[in-house]
């Protein structure tokens, strides 16, 4: 294997030049189509199939009231917030009251959450930590099987393995 | 499982803030590892997913319900540390707009419900992904297990604080028994739901699941060297043949590299390498 991949790599390097961009675009895209999808989804979950949720209390409200721990319980400061219990205020109709609270609660989530994991990620620079794993160990394969190999040459090996890194998680889906 | 302000007392409350801010602090900076330009929107969608899913509550016996708590869910798919940030923003945003767990709880809520979740969840999805055999359905049923022990455990350290600074006097053994016993049949349900979202994102996007990332990795070691031998035996299109066609026709030269990005499910094959791998990915 290792010799002939190491006379065969220009020509296993030709084809993927061009791949860079498409494999990151794909992948972005991919995101971007999971990412809507998700964000339907939690829409619809929050905006209509809320309205189907059980009523009853939760473990700890019923808990709290049978055993008598919520006796000293307060209201909540805010109770009179547009928003209190998940129904909207002067919106009378209930079906459209709490969707209306569930896709705003989703929207403000999504918005605070997303600003959140923006700020606090990787930036650019460190970035290519992500994919500095991959392509560093090709890197060494790439030397024990061509120490001969030239730098241009080694160089071309590792944007092709960079290549090649990227779109595998798809393909084994 | 929103502990209300009037439950806990002032100092304790307090103390559980400080708690809960540590835990936000330290995965603050863990989440750094965790986040880059692609996966910080989709942690951002995780937050507002737990958050729909959070209205949904299902019954259980005797007249209560229970919703998904969602540190195991969070944890699982983008990382422990952006785990307790996603549940604790939802849990913010609980508080600050619907009323939803108390003002002066929320540290109590925090900690309970974020960092509880998350720990017991992650530790435990990470035992036995390391103990099952290696592929998907491993992950799927550790996600079930570290979801349900999640929530008794957070019914539990509810039970400690309660205990250390509860404003009613309701005999502890009581509180422990009731909460953590309604919260197993809760836990199910978070189990279930967690299962049920982890095992469809892994069927879709495989790539986007933080807890299977050691599954995944591996595989791409392979693909290369495969995928090399694939050009050079003439499949012009390495990336393209790859998914079906280099089984076949490369099987003689290295069986156990090529049916590996094949057949995914497969992967406990190619475990003596995989292994090696995994503490590298960890981390990395």
Redesign the interface.
Same mark, same amino acid.
């Given at each position: 294997m290792t010799a002939r991949s190491a006379t065969q790599r220009p020509t296993t390097a030709r084809p993927t030049t061009a791949r860079p961009m498409t494999a990151v675009r794909r992948s972005l895209h991919d995101n971007r189509v999971f990412w809507i999808a998700g964000v339907i989804l939690a829409l619809f979950l929050a905006g209509f199939f809320s309205y189907y949720a059980s009523s009853r209390p939760d473990g700890l409200e019923k808990v709290a009231k049978d055993q008598g721990i919520d006796r000293k319980a307060e209201d909540h400061r805010l109770s009179d917030s547009p928003l209190a219990e998940y129904q909207t205020k002067n919106v009378d109709n209930p079906r459209l009251s709490g969707g209306l609270a569930g896709v705003i609660g989703v929207g403000a989530t999504l918005a605070v959450g997303t600003g959140v994991f923006w700020v606090v990620r990787r930036r650019p620079a460190p970035a290519l930590d992500r994919s500095a794993p991959a392509p560093d160990r090709s890197a060494h394969i790439a030397d024990k099987s061509a120490p001969d190999s030239s730098a241009p040459d080694s160089s071309a090996a590792d944007r092709s393995a960079a290549d090649k890194s990227d779109p595998s998680p798809d393909r084994s889906r | 499982?929103?502990?209300? *302000?009037?439950?806990i007392d002032a100092p304790v409350s307090i103390g559980a803030g400080a708690v809960a801010a540590a835990g936000v602090a330290v995965s603050?900076r863990g989440?750094?590892?965790e986040? *880059? $330009?692609?996966?910080?929107?989709?942690?951002?969608?995780?937050?507002?997913?737990?958050?729909?899913?959070q209205?949904?509550?299902?019954?259980?016996a005797?007249?209560?319900?229970?919703?998904l708590l969602g540190g195991a869910l969070a944890a699982i798919l983008v990382g422990p540390c952006?785990g307790v940030?996603?549940v604790s923003?939802?849990l913010?945003?609980?508080?600050?707009?619907?009323?939803?767990g108390?003002?002066t709880a929320l540290g109590v809520n925090v900690t309970d419900m974020a960092i509880t979740t998350v720990v017991v969840a992650y530790v435990l999805f990470r035992l036995l992904v390391k103990v099952l055999p290696r592929g998907r359905r491993s992950v799927t049923a550790a996600a079930f297990v570290a979801a349900a022990a999640s929530v008794p455990a957070a019914?539990a350290v509810?039970t400690v604080i309660?205990a250390v600074g509860?404003?009613?006097d309701?005999p502890l053994s009581?509180?422990a028994g009731?909460?953590i016993g309604?919260?197993v049949?809760?836990g199910l349900g978070e189990a279930a739901i967690t299962a049920l979202t982890v095992g469809s994102v892994l069927a879709?996007?495989?790539?986007?699941v933080h807890g299977a990332r050691g599954l995944?990795?591996p595989? $791409?070691?392979h693909?290369?060297?495969g995928?090399?031998?694939a050009?050079?035996d003439g499949h012009?299109?390495? $990336?393209k043949a790859?998914?079906e066609a280099p089984a076949a026709p490369e099987a003689p030269e290295a069986p156990a590299r090529h049916s590996a990005?094949a057949a995914?499910a497969d992967a406990g094959r190619t475990t003596p390498s995989g292994v090696r791998d995994r503490p590298?990915?960890a981390k990395?």
């Open positions: - | 499982m929103h502990v209300p *302000d009037g439950f603050l989440a750094r590892r986040l *880059d $330009e692609r996966t910080a929107p989709l942690a951002g969608l995780v937050a507002a997913f737990i958050f729909a899913v209205m949904l509550n299902f019954p259980v005797a007249g209560t319900s229970g919703h952006t940030l996603c923003v939802v913010l945003m609980q508080g600050l707009l619907f009323a939803d108390g003002l019914a509810f309660y509860g404003v009613t309701v009581k509180v009731s909460m309604v919260h049949l809760i879709v996007r495989p790539d986007l995944e990795r595989l $791409e070691l693909t290369r060297p995928t090399a031998k050009a050079q012009g299109r390495p $990336e790859a998914p990005p995914p590298q990915d990395a």
